[in-house]
């Protein structure tokens, strides 16, 4: 196994690829890439394995991957022999896959507020948390619902890749104005994540007491 991570260490999108990382237990090399303000990442050599120019990238063995959400559900299915982090089960991996889409689309909003306050990315600020304030609200009443029915997790009874993928943009929420007490469900989902064996933190990632 050769895995190589092309990554920013402040960009919650490579989080979300060393939170699987972390979870599966896999060793690999880590490249730093100079993202903000270096914008490295676009130009040669790195623009020749990504040529949309973005972060993170995957190299496994020579496959190239790009998209944080597709390297989590590469990984899961790769390197995870008991299938929990991507289910088999049609209604478990169905609904994994609707809360990787929501990662990617929905809360795309909150990932840019952050750049925008951290970075100077530009963007409607205001319009961007309007956005991500109510992809949390959708994610609250989602945990809200599950801990009624007894469930812990976003999708299914155990942790999966959707878990991974949705907990940074909550968790950095506060890096763009967002306070979490507004969000009970999603603090003791969060707790739990932070709990989950090979849990990795980052820059801004509270602690959930």
Known sequence: MSLRLYDFQLDENGYKVRLALGALGLAHETVAVDMVPGDEQAR????????????PILVDDGLVLREAEAILAYLARR??????WLPQEPAAFGQTLMWLAFATRDLHAATL?????LFDHPGDAQALEAQARAAFR??????????????????????????????????????????????????????????????????GIPDYH
């Open 113 to 117: 507020a952050r750049r925008a306050a």
């Open 79 to 84: 390197y995870d022999a008991a299938g929990t």
């Open 44 to 55: 040669p050599p790195l623009i020749d394995l990504n040529p949309l120019g973005s972060l």
């Open 138 to 203: 959708a994610m609250e009443d989602h945990m809200t619902l599950r801990g009624l029915l007894g469930f812990a997790w976003f999708a299914g009874p155990a942790a999966t890749v959707a878990d991974l993928a949705l907990f940074p943009a909550f968790a950095l929420a506060r890096d763009f104005g967002i306070d979490h007490e507004a969000y009970p469900a999603l603090r003791r989902w969060s707790r739990r994540v932070r709990g989950l064996p090979g849990f990795r933190t980052m820059p």
